[in-house]
């Protein structure tokens, strides 16, 4: 199995983490100098080189053929530092390569090269601050391509936002090309969509349809076409009901008090519809100075009756069944100060300053030990902030402490144990290919900012692409709080939130302002306050076939469920969009969209494209509802319950049994099912229809439907 670190079309030894499978021995370390990058050049590197790409000048191509000499300059397993020679490839041109030794935990590494024999000086690519990284997580298929794939389409590459987050960017012109920050690239091609993890170099052509081709040098490569995760591995606590999430509304200034006013304001406002609370950063005891935590416990200013006291009261006053509380993955920002509650600290430099933490082999005693205190205060899961920072201060050790926290969090808290934020390193998207836990929530995308409405349509887009990223790793994918108090934009979120099992929870600073948009979620879940979703999360429809894609801006993303069941169309443009959908149905079909109700019958015979014009900056459920004969000429579709904004999710199954008894088992317990009925092209004769509806094997409503002459929806009250 060879590792490549490919530094192409410019020779750069750039800061990245390479994983390798455990038990891999053969590791080459691949440098393609088409050019060649110098920065700050030294004569002597007795300390850890570092590269950052940024900062480098470009030497001319031209200059390339006189490299006479580059060796991999690295430190294995913590040794003393070493130049490795480089030999040049016979295969390619200007192909430098070097297999590494034989290595247990990780290999660091810069590059340098000099253009003549002797005595010449060396050069060192890149400063001091950003070293390359080859270490070992959890085994796993890793390739290494040549020419993977032709026929692009198009092209999303999921780039490097921020030391935390990643974005994606859209490509469907020529020349595309994945620069040194890429995370992830995928491809539509004709025969399918592919996934290139670990876009080392990705120079990508697209040409239209059946003439791109692209070049990936390392990268693992898995089709994902039609592909979502299995219902248990989807199945999360935080999906059963809607949550709050102190943030927005306190930042760090939460307390008791305030916490507890405001859920029961909230609760007050939205019908008691919370399920559970998040206690986000400020709760804990920590140095305001030094920002580094004191103690396992809360803050006595502003918790008196600590942790348990506030904890209690949410279960009790305000009625919710689950609080979760934050924490960042080194216990505060800069990490520990000295306490009782943890035993010797030692200091992790990097870069940018240096935190105290404990011993590698005390960190599972150190969670284990604040997850029995927060056990213990009758907290069910936690937030874990910050974790791209493993990046910076615990890179080598990072796969021992997600592991490590794994381990603790599931032994006292119940599932979810974790929300891991800000958590887009490789590191953690490799750890979780192997690990992923059963109900856990993973941050899919940057904060959303409630007072820049500027972000807000880049929010939704970055959300929904990276959500083919994350959620085939099997973990529950988090799209962030948001303010129900903003209608329009809390409308789109709770629809995208709904159909991709994303949870949806708030975050409101005013419960007068919640409470004029609480019908928003009413119209999200059930009379029992259940979250109303289909089965299996919805696929996004991939744009190779017609222009749904553009740019974050001016884009119409689509999901479709199941095999066609509904269908969303988010608009992020600023006027309509026409959205085009391929129908295919098994059989007689009514249409039905939540913006224009019915829009026509569909028939197997008619197998083609369905037009749907999407409100500017709006969305639509297209619900797509077999029609099945009831005798007589006649015809029923359960469209579901209209006034909910996914109608059938909250039907399970339907039989029309002999006779024409129509017989309707839900999913969920709802005030009302809508059908919609059909006297057909030859006409039919009214009259009545036998119903019954059932929940959890317990009739709801039996009795008969009167049938109008016309085709019109009756509404049956339950």
């Known amino acids: 199995m060879a590792v490549l670190v490919a530094v192409s079309p410019r020779l750069r030894a750039h800061a990245r983490d390479h994983p390798t499978p455990d038990g891999c021995n053969l590791n080459r370390v691949v440098v393609v100098a088409t050019q060649v990058t110098n920065c700050a050049p030294t004569s002597a590197r007795k300390t ?23 060796d991999l300059w690295a430190s294995i397993d913590g040794a003393p530092w070493r130049a490795i020679p480089m030999t040049r490839t016979s295969q390619y041109r200007d192909v430098w390569a070097v297999r590494v030794p034989p290595f247990t935990h990780a290999v660091e590494y810069t590059v340098r090269y000099r253009a003549t024999h002797g005595g010449a000086d060396w050069t060192w690519m890149g400063t001091p601050g950003e070293n390359g990284l080859l270490w070992k997580p959890a085994p796993k298929p890793t390739e290494a391509h040549g020419d993977i794939l032709s026929g692009i389409v198009s092209a999303v590459l999921h780039v490097r936002k921020s030391a935390s987050w990643i974005q994606p960017v859209l490509h469907r012109g020529s020349d595309a090309y994945a620069a040194v920050d890429t995370y992830f690239a995928r491809f539509w091609t004709r025969a399918g969509t592919w996934a290139v993890f670990d876009g080392l170099d990705v120079p990508c052509t697209v040409e239209g349809l059946g003439g791109g081709r692209v070049r990936v040098v390392g990268g693992t490569r898995v089709s994902s076409a039609a592909k979502s995760s299995p219902a248990s591995l989807a199945a999360c606590p935080l999906l059963d009901s809607v949550g709050f999430c102190s943030w927005d509304a306190f930042y760090t200034e939460v307390t008791h008090k305030k916490l507890l006013d405001h859920v029961q304001a909230m609760q007050n406002a939205l019908g008691g519809r919370f399920g559970w609370v998040v206690i986000d950063d400020g709760w804990q005891d920590v140095g305001t100075a030094a920002r580094a935590l004191k103690s396992f416990r809360a803050d006595r200013t502003k918790f008196p009756a600590g942790l348990r006291g506030v904890v209690d009261e949410l279960k009790l006053r305000c009625g919710v069944r689950r609080v979760g509380v934050w924490h960042a993955v080194l216990g505060y920002w800069n990490g520990l100060a000295a306490s009782d509650d943890w035993g010797e600290l030692r200091r992790v430099a990097s870069g940018e300053g240096e935190v105290a933490w404990v011993k590698s082999e005390e960190v599972e005693k150190w969670f284990d030990g604040y997850y029995a205190e927060l056990a213990r205060a009758g907290v069910d899961f936690v937030k874990m902030d910050n974790i791209a920072s493993l990046n910076t201060f615990l890179r080598t050790e990072s796969t021992t402490l997600l592991a490590a926290q794994l381990a603790t969090s599931q032994r006292h808290f119940s599932t979810p144990s974790t929300i891991y934020s800000m958590p887009h390193t490789r590191a953690v998207f490799h750890w979780l290919r192997g690990h992923a836990p059963t109900g856990a929530a993973l941050r899919i995308a940057d904060d959303f900012f409630p007072n820049v409405p500027d972000s807000h349509r880049h929010h939704i887009y970055a959300a929904a692409l990276n959500d083919r990223v994350f959620h085939p790793l099997g973990t529950t994918c988090d799209s962030d709080m948001f303010w129900i108090a903003n209608r329009g934009l809390a409308e789109t979120l709770i629809a995208m939130k709904l159909v991709l099992h994303h949870p949806v929870y708030l975050s409101d600073r005013s419960a007068a302002d919640a409470a004029r948009n609480a019908d928003l979620i009413a119209r999200a879940v059930s009379r029992d306050a259940s979250v109303i979703r289909f089965p299996e999360p919805a696929v996004m429809v991939d744009g190779a076939s017609s222009a749904l894609w553009t740019h974050e801006t001016d884009s119409v993303v689509v999901w479709r469920v199941g095999n066609g069941d509904a269908y969303l169309a988010v608009n992020l443009s600023s006027t309509a969009q026409a959205v085009r959908l391929n129908m295919a149905p098994a059989g007689r079909v009514a249409v039905w969209s939540n913006c224009d109700g019915w ?38 579709a359960v469209l579901g319950a209209l006034d909910k904004v996914l109608p059938g999710a909250v039907v399970k199954s339907v039989e029309v049994e002999d006779g024409g008894s129509v017989v309707v088992e839900m999913a969920y317990d709802v ?3 809508d059908l919609l009925v059909e006297l057909g092209e030859e006409g039919g004769s009214a009259g009545r229809v036998p119903v019954r509806v059932v929940w959890r094997s317990k009739s709801v409503f039996d009795g008969e439907v009167d049938l109008p002459r016309e085709l019109c929806v009756v509404s049956i009250p339950l």
Request: with cysteine; glycine share 12%; net charge neutral.
């Open 48 to 70: 850890t080189p570092r590269t950052k790409p940024w900062a480098c000048q470009i030497i001319p191509r031209a200059t390339v053929p006189l490299l006479a000499a580059v």
């Open 599 to 636: 829009l026509g019958t569909w028939v197997p015979e008619v197998e083609g494209e369905l037009a749907v014009v999407v409100p500017a900056g709006g969305w639509d459920v297209i619900s797509v509802v077999p029609k099945l004969g009831i005798g007589g000429g006649r015809s029923i």
């Open 671 to 673: 005030e009302l099912i």
